[in-house]
């Protein structure tokens, strides 16, 4: 696995918007210890039809009062044009300038799809409204989208993300590296330039990351899925051999020439900090 590295390497860590006092003060915390590290932004999520969209806006613009540069993310599923441009708006006008843009998903039990159904959309009707205003990041799939017809459609379906305008893209999270380098390789064969920066999910609790995988569709390799299930209830087991795991998996990525890391960080910092430290970052 070895691809050339292109772009300059950016770090950066994600958040979900808290919904209780406890949490927010929580993730302050949180936010000022991985500040320590210096990434490049700190990314907040965004609810299943923008359920959360005042959380995450309130959350991005805590993460800016503290002086931290903030991405929020932004869907169209379920959003109406005016109702987007009202959000972006915000956004501008409180100085965010870094976007991820996604398709996003319906709330449970909710059949309308709003004005715009695909997130190529929402990445073209962001740079009709506002520009160059944003910088746009959009979501690729190395495993591919587990709504996907099939590997090269999932392909496309970036390829129209990117040339709507994105201008950096992360990936879901995955413990293959070479499905990495295998996607990074077919994006470059269609012309596709953009850094793709790899997503990394720290592992604190199996039966957490078992129930996000089959969510998403990423696969835990069957030799670690064994191995997590042998350790039962032993967190401490479980906590020391995902730390193993990930520090391998991301010193592979960063050797073979990964333009940076991405880390879901579940509002937590000892596991991300804890491989920052051991990659020697």
Request: charged share 25%.
């Given at each position: 696995m070895q691809f050339q590295q292109q772009h300059p390497r950016?770090?950066?860590?994600?958040?979900?918007?808290?919904n209780t006092p406890e949490g927010v003060e929580k993730l302050r915390t949180v936010t000022?210890?991985?500040?320590?590290?210096?990434?490049?932004?700190?990314?907040?999520?965004y609810g299943a039809g923008g359920s959360t969209q005042e959380r995450t806006l309130k959350a991005v613009l805590d993460v800016r009062a503290a002086?931290?540069?903030?991405?929020?993310h932004i869907s169209c599923i379920g959003s109406t044009r005016a109702g987007l441009r009202e959000i972006l708006q915000q956004y501008k006008d409180n100085g965010i300038q870094h976007l991820v843009a996604l398709r996003?998903?319906?709330?449970?039990?909710?059949?309308?799809?709003?004005?715009?159904h695909y997130a190529n959309e929402l990445v073209a009707f962001i740079r009709q409204e506002f520009g160059r205003q944003f910088f746009i990041e959009v979501a690729a799939y190395p495993e591919y989208h587990p709504q996907a017809k099939s590997a090269h459609d999932d392909l496309l379906a970036?390829?129209?993300?990117?040339?709507a305008g994105a201008d950096a893209a992360i990936t879901q999270y995955f413990y293959n590296p070479d499905c990495y380098a295998h996607f990074v390789n077919e994006c470059e064969k269609m012309g596709i330039t953009i850094p793709i920066v790899p997503g990394i999910m720290p592992i604190g609790r199996f039966s957490q990351l078992?129930?996000?995988?089959?969510?998403?569709?990423?696969?835990?390799?069957?030799?670690?899925?064994?191995?997590?299930e042998g350790y039962g209830d032993d967190t401490d087991s479980i906590r020391a051999f995902g730390l193993d795991v990930v520090t391998h998996l991301c010193?592979?990525?960063?050797?073979?020439?990964?333009?940076g890391l991405h880390f879901?960080?579940?509002?937590?910092?000892?596991?991300t900090t804890e491989i920052w430290r051991r990659l020697g970052l």
């Open positions: 950016t770090y950066s860590f994600e958040f979900f918007p808290p000022q210890e991985l500040a320590r590290l210096k990434p490049k932004f700190f990314s907040v999520t002086g931290h540069a903030a991405a929020p996003g998903d319906l709330p449970s039990g909710t059949a309308a799809g709003g004005e715009l970036f390829k129209r993300k990117v040339e078992a129930r996000f995988s089959d969510a998403c569709g990423a696969e835990i390799p069957r030799w670690i899925r064994k191995k997590l010193e592979q990525l960063l050797h073979a020439g990964a333009p879901y960080t579940m509002n937590q910092a000892e596991l």
